[in-house]
């Protein structure tokens, strides 16, 4: 019997309203599930009467007081009749609970507002690009404070995202190298073989992957996978607050998490550019030698002789820079993080979006840079 | 013969590694009944919770609601009986990217189908009712205080008329007045909907003023189960301590008092 008994409220009788002189008469069980049904534009009737009522909820306190509300409008006030005590407890809550009115509607956007909007926006930009150099002057200012007080620096942490940033990353960076330096050769050979200047590939691979490709595709790499994986640890601790909690506790969040990582970053991009590099032109050895016969020696002969040693050394100029860039916007978006989750995985791909952006912007600065000073 | 209880725990077991938290629990919660929680701060109350809306897997035992496994069952039939509870976790567990009307508006969203006018009039009262000021609807979780979450928190869990409410630490965090008022609207809403209440709680005012049976979790185990008047009987030095502490003496001579 337990089963049956327990289960009684699934079996519902659809709920009725009917009219007879005067009477609004309800019938049936008002539940939330079955409210709908019932047609509550009802104007006429001085009595509403839930004598043959089954079951009622706050779903049903609500339609009655609806009802009331809409004759009232009418010119009559209704008595209600054939409720037993908690109907008319649950009904005179209602009465309390609910808003005058319909729910309010929301204002349709005019062309006024739309321009505002954009107005918003932008300063809103300018602003987080203003905050975004200040907090860039506040890490930098952290770190030069910790070099002068070397005791201060969180050894483990910087080593732990050294290996998070850079040792985990080398198989990718590697992987990722070897393949450009195929590309390169075979694109390469391709065009190059028509004029019969093949070993030129050498030339080719060696200042496009060394000044250019190498660093700013293991840049782009780190920043898809570090410089969001800073912003959304640093955003979680924000959204629950450890960051309030530290800086009550005169813990400096930036020194403590911040700096650790733009260090780690610092210390290791140059060394995966380097990896980079070598990874690069080993690919590219590799299929010169399969596609255009040009031999290991001869390629590293071409290469050590050839090659100006600055187009390595403008590669690895470029990579500290690139290295504060993903380390400052990931470690920024992830303090902007608000409260709620949504804002957590929005900043953590505008974070990613605006560090490859600034990334490339700074290599082609570079490049004019350099093209100027002519090295 | 009495109504079978509406809640049965049987030989409850749950671990979390190898610490046990439970171990061979029983309860029974009546039909209609407020039943208060209590227990020190870490013996499972939530963990207890967790394991009766079916969470959280025991490691052994067997747990029925309205004489429904809650485990064992289909996806089907687990859907229609978590439509018959709503449950308020300890810190709101509000949807933080949705505002406090669309997280009251979530389970009516979810589970039936209703006009977008009456789901936002429903949500409104709801919210009202809880004593959340109007404004509240349009507000983001992470835009209200503490108190206020729980409140949203719990117009969610009845958004549904659901026939049980699992409330927990409801007035933790509250001003006295405010939880005078939860109180007495979980109170009335009991009346009103014949309302089955699962309140944990470490609240002595709220045992004493809602609450008909109160159990003592304890050792793995429910300690003793009964009123409140029961409880003072006890003989066991946490359920005395518990009871008669001086925090305890404060709400009795509250309670006389009014
Ligand atoms: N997900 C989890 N993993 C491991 N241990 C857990 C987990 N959740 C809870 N515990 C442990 O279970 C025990 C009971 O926790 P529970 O949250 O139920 O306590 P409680 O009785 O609700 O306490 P409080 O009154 O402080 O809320 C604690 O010892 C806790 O460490
Ligand atoms: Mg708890």
């Avoid at chain 1, 290791?268 to 031999?295: D, K, Q, R, T, Y």
Wanted: with cysteine; charged share 20%; hydrophobic share 50%.
């Amino acid at each position: 019997m337990n089963a049956s008994a327990l289960l009684l409220r699934d079996q519902k009788t659809p709920p009725q309203i009917t009219l007879s002189e005067g009477v609004l008469a309800l019938k049936g069980d008002l539940l939330i599930s079955t409210i709908e049904s019932l047609d509550l534009r009802q104007s006429a009737g001085d009595t509403i009467d839930l004598s043959g009522v089954g079951q009622f909820d706050t779903a049903a306190a609500w339609a009655v007081v609806t009802l009331e509300r809409r004759l009232q409008r009418a010119g009559v006030s209704p008595v209600i009749t054939g409720a037993n005590a908690s109907q008319l407890d649950m009904i005179s809550t209602l009465r309390q609970n609910m808003p005058e009115g319909d729910a309010p509607k929301l204002p349709r956007l005019t062309i006024v507002d739309r321009l505002e909007n954009i107005g918003r926006a932008t300063v809103s930009a300018m602003q987080t690009a203003l905050s975004m150099v200040a907090f860039l002057g506040r890490v930098v200012a952290t770190i030069v404070g910790l070099i002068l007080r070397p005791t201060r620096i969180r050894g483990t942490a910087i080593v732990h995202h050294m290996q998070q940033v850079g040792l985990s990353a080398v198989p990718i960076v590697a992987l990722m190298a070897f393949l450009i330096g195929v590309v390169l050769a075979f694109q390469g050979a391709a065009q190059l073989r028509q004029f019969g200047a093949e070993v030129f590939v050498v030339d080719l691979i060696a200042i496009s992957i060394l000044r250019e490709l190498g660093i700013l595709l293991t840049a782009i790499i780190v920043a898809g996978r570090s410089g969001s994986a800073f912003t959304a640890a640093i955003g979680a601790m924000k959204m629950r607050e450890e960051i309030d909690a530290m800086r009550t506790l005169g813990i400096d969040p930036i020194e403590v998490l911040v700096a650790p990582r733009v260090i780690a970053l610092i210390v290791m991009l140059p060394v995966l550019g380097v990896i980079a590099n070598f990874a690069g032109l080993f690919g590219g050895m590799v299929m010169s030698w399969i596609e255009l016969g040009v031999a290991p020696g001869v390629f590293q002969a071409r290469l050590l002789s050839n090659t100006d040693v600055w187009h390595f050394g403008v590669g690895m100029i470029k990579a500290p820079f690139f290295a504060l860039i993903i380390g400052i916007v990931g470690c920024f978006e992830g303090m902007q993080v608000g409260g709620d989750t949504e804002s957590l995985g929005r900043l953590t791909s505008t974070s990613v979006v605006v560090t490859i952006f600034l990334v490339i912007t700074a290599d082609a600065m570079f490049s004019i840079f350099f093209s100027i000073v002519g090295v | 013969m009495a109504e079978p209880p509406i809640i049965s725990v049987r030989g409850l077991v749950t671990r979390f590694g190898n610490h046990t938290i439970h171990d061979g629990l029983d309860l029974d919660v009546r039909k209609g009944e407020i039943i208060g929680i209590v227990g020190g701060s870490g013996t499972g109350k939530s963990v207890l919770l967790r394991a009766v809306v079916g969470l959280l897997k025991p490691a052994a035992g067997q747990i029925t609601v309205f004489g429904e496994n809650v485990r064992d069952t289909g996806v089907a039939d687990y859907r229609r009986l978590r439509r018959r509870w709503g449950v308020m976790f300890q810190d709101g567990a509000l949807f933080s990217s949705l505002s406090v009307q669309q997280n009251v508006e979530a389970p009516m969203r979810e589970q039936l189908d209703l006009s977008p006018q009456t789901r936002a009039a429903l949500a409104a009262i709801k919210v009202r009712m809880v004593g959340l000021p109007e404004n509240a609807l349009q507000k983001m979780p992470s835009e209200l205080s503490g108190g206020m979450r729980k409140r949203a928190g719990f117009a969610r869990a009845i958004a549904l008329d659901p026939e049980i409410v699992f409330l927990d630490e409801p007035t933790a965090g509250l001003d006295p007045i405010g939880a005078a008022e939860f109180d007495a609207l979980t109170a009335q809403l009991r009346r009103t909907l014949g309302l089955t209440v699962f309140l944990v709680t470490h609240d002595l005012d709220t045992l004493h003023a809602i609450c008909d049976r109160i159990a003592v979790l304890a050792e793995g185990r429910v300690l003793a189960t009964g009123t409140m008047a029961q409880m003072l009987e006890v003989d066991h030095p946490w359920v005395q301590a518990y009871f008669k502490g001086p925090r305890a003496r404060a709400a009795l001579i509250q309670k006389e008092a009014s």
